[in-house]
């Protein structure tokens, strides 16, 4: 406990439109909000587009700082390009209720995106504008395993404030000056928790990591030995399986890999980013025909060994995986990555 | 906030010469850019690799074929087989195109000063072995004897080819010219060029090794190498994966955990040895 932090505050349910209705006035406002038939986190105008009784959005916060589609620079018919018109403006982005293991995400997408001699300067405005109010998961989700994989249903790491909901409304508590700015802003919906409602909330944060239901097997050691995963047989038993749609790329929160193409119209050109996947064979292909993951097998594996192992070798300890779930819940031929991870795992156990 | 990296500088093409015929034709581009403070600010090392835009088209990835001793112009040197590449056959001397860069490690050529040079080029590989012999060249006080091998299917494929026999005739290199198959009035070897190299056995003696060209020719160029006696820490080759972004961050480059744009595209042997057989 830092001697100036702040002490967590109750924001009762009846204030909470009233809540949003402040951050609308700070910034862009960005909460989970019914997209066609899946709730995600799309930007809000009015406070009664949040969707209040949510599990996890359909993406995490990658969306928002790294666009599916956008425009890096604009060029005329005399050939001269501009990031005049395409450079984010320096605008306040608010997410309201990201789940902890989205917030954490960004820690391998700064990672990437800030790794030296190169600044993203289009990642880093929106990410330096960015404030987060996490929800903590008080009841798991099916496939959820953050408990095993270095996070916590009620993490705070890259959150501005942590909301725990307790009867009758929240528990707030800011991590960062920018969230004290947040409750600062919105202080008369605010008030001081009863020692009950502080005790419950403390029950619901212990109780929660007991509660996730899959696990992932010690991965720390694929940083340093998970070369040796490479030539395993399993990719090709995988990759069969795989038939190659990138879903689990897509919805990663972690991943970040985009291509880069060029449009033109009317004698304005634009370069735009789109977000690609290392599950597409011509993510990879030379102009030659050469293709160095010309299967499905390599590219499972490029996908799990980025991860798994070649983040954590050139960030130490960054395990790039959130466990969220969402790639095994969400593909199609239902593969697990737990189920893979166990696999690479039993097989290095055999070798030790 | 630091400059934006992926922003192209206006430069022009100065000259277009035309290096083979056919349906994968060569072109080298002699660019300047603009701004000639940005002229001067453009330090690159032999082997360094440069973004090229096509405007309306996109961005291609090319290895810098000039050497920073022969001035401030740029050369690339393109093969005409993508679709980026196929339009910039079409550019003019005058036209722009734009430039961002330099990428990529280069040759560590202050590691090989007092070394012979071993150069082994097949087809288009060889542009970005020239940076490097054109270099060593101007600079012969650094460096020991130096040899280019150079093979292409057939007379018409072999770039640079005027240059080479310029470089041979005055002594200042020994240059072994090769084809894949026989023709009329050809003087040189005919064979692929890891046969040339046998042929020739080099010396491994105090030699460096610098190969690129096809990846079935650097294989058993390598064999050869290994067989004449040359360490693994002594062979260099280039692997130009596909790229995007160039500054590390679009994520196909990789090999295992080896960003190519940024750690490579020059590797010894020895470091590729220990890479997983992802390229």
Not at chain 1, 10 to 39: D, H, M, S, T
Not at chain 1, 121 to 127: K, L
Not at chain 1, 178 to 192: P, S, T, Y
Request: glycine share 8%; net charge neutral; proline share 7%.
């Amino acid at each position: 406990m830092v001697n100036d932090e702040r002490p967590p505050e109750f924001l009762p349910q009846k204030n909470l439109l009233g809540f949003i209705e402040k951050l609308i006035e700070l910034g862009e406002v960005y909460a989970p909000k019914a997209v066609g038939p899946v709730i995600d986190l799309g930007m809000i105008h009015d406070p009664d587009e949040v969707v209040v009784d949510f599990e996890q959005t359909r993406q995490g916060i990658r969306t928002i700082v790294e666009p599916q589609n956008e425009v890096l620079l604009t060029y005329d018919a005399k050939s001269t390009f501009s990031e005049k018109e395409t450079l984010p403006l320096m605008r306040r982005r608010i997410v309201l209720w990201c789940r902890p293991c989205d917030a954490r995400a960004l820690t391998f997408l700064d990672d990437n995106f800030y790794d030296p001699p190169f600044v993203d300067p289009y990642y880093a405005r929106r990410r330096e504008n960015l404030i987060l109010i996490g929800l903590g998961c008080a009841q798991p989700f099916p496939y959820c395993f953050c408990g095993s994989i270095g996070g916590d249903p009620f993490g705070k790491e890259n959150l501005d404030v942590l909301m725990t909901q307790v009867i009758g409304g929240y528990l707030l508590e800011t991590v960062s000056e920018k969230g004290r700015e947040i409750a600062d802003h919105a202080k008369e919906l605010l008030r001081r928790p009863t020692n009950d409602q502080m005790a419950e909330a403390e029950r619901i944060h212990r109780a929660a990591t007991a509660k996730l239901r899959r696990k992932a097997p010690d991965v720390t050691k694929f940083s340093t030995e998970g070369m040796s995963s490479f030539e395993s047989p399993i990719w090709k038993r995988w990759g069969e399986k795989c038939i190659g749609c990138g879903i689990c790329t897509y919805l990663c929160p972690t991943c970040w890999c985009f291509d880069i193409t060029d449009t033109e119209t009317k004698g304005k050109g634009y370069r735009m980013r789109s977000w690609d996947s290392c599950q597409f064979p011509l993510f990879t292909l030379h102009t030659s025909g050469h293709n160095p993951r010309p299967d499905k097998a390599s590219r499972v594996r490029q996908r799990v060994m980025h991860k798994f192992c070649y983040h954590p070798s050139n960030y130490p300890d960054h395990i790039a995986c959130v466990g969220c779930g969402r790639c095994s819940e969400l593909c199609p031929m239902d593969i697990d990555l737990i189920a893979i991870l166990n696999e690479l795992s039993e097989a290095g156990e055999k070798d030790a | 906030m630091p400059e934006n990296p992926y922003l192209p500088h206006p430069a022009i093409v100065r000259e277009v010469r035309q290096e083979t015929f056919g349906e994968r034709a060569v072109r080298t581009f002699i660019v300047d850019f603009e701004d000639e403070k940005r002229s001067a600010e453009f330090r690159y090392r032999p082997g360094q690799l440069a973004m090229l835009s096509v405007f309306g088209k996109g961005e291609s990835m090319i290895s810098i074929a000039s050497s920073p001793t022969t001035g401030r112009s740029l050369q690339f040197t393109v093969m005409r087989v993508g679709r980026v590449t196929s339009i910039m056959h079409y550019l003019e001397a005058g036209e722009r195109i734009g430039v961002r860069g330099p990428y990529g490690n280069g040759f560590p050529m202050d590691d090989w000063e007092g070394k012979n040079l071993l150069f082994i080029g097949g087809g288009i590989g060889l542009p970005p072995l020239r940076s490097a012999y054109t270099y060593a060249l101007d600079n012969p006080s650094k460096f020991g004897e130096i040899t280019i091998v150079y093979g292409a299917r057939t007379s018409a494929d072999l770039v640079f080819r005027k240059e080479l026999e310029e470089i041979s005739r005055s002594g200042k290199a020994r240059v072994e010219l090769s084809i894949d198959k026989a023709e009329d009035g050809w003087g040189g070897f005919v064979g692929f060029v890891p046969a040339n190299v046998k042929r020739l056995s080099p010396t491994s003696e105090n030699t460096i090794a610098i190969t690129c060209g096809p990846v079935i020719m650097i294989k058993f160029v390598i064999k050869e190498l290994m067989g004449l006696g040359f360490k693994p820490g002594a062979i260099f080759t280039t692997l130009e994966n596909k790229m995007k972004c160039g500054i590390g961050k679009c994520g196909r480059c990789n090999i295992g955990p080896v960003l190519v744009c940024k750690k490579g595209p020059v590797f010894s042997y020895e470091q590729i040895q220990n890479m997983p057989k992802d390229f």
